[in-house]
């Protein structure tokens, strides 16, 4: 198998394993993430509470970050 496809493959049993145990994470580093988009802070809160979905200890770390907090306008 290429290693591409092994990377590929990795995400998705992650990410199954995620929807089973119905948690919430970034595909890429959360704090990276959030600083690109801080609105997806908002996203990630609205999105958790309709579908009943944990944070990842990883994206609730970069969310409580005050500087991404001001980006987002909160």
């Known amino acids: ?7 590929w493959r990795r995400l998705c049993m992650q990410g199954l394993d995620d929807v089973a145990n ?18 997806r802070i908002l996203r ?15 994206l609730e770390y970069a969310m409580e970050n005050p500087e991404l907090q001001v980006r987002a306008g909160r």
């Open 1 to 7: 198998m290429s290693t591409n496809f092994q990377q």
């Open 22 to 39: 119905r948690m919430l994470r970034t595909t890429i580093p959360a704090e990276s993430s959030l600083w690109y988009d801080p609105v």
């Open 44 to 58: 990630a809160i609205r999105f958790s509470r309709s579908h009943q979905l944990n944070f990842d200890s990883e």
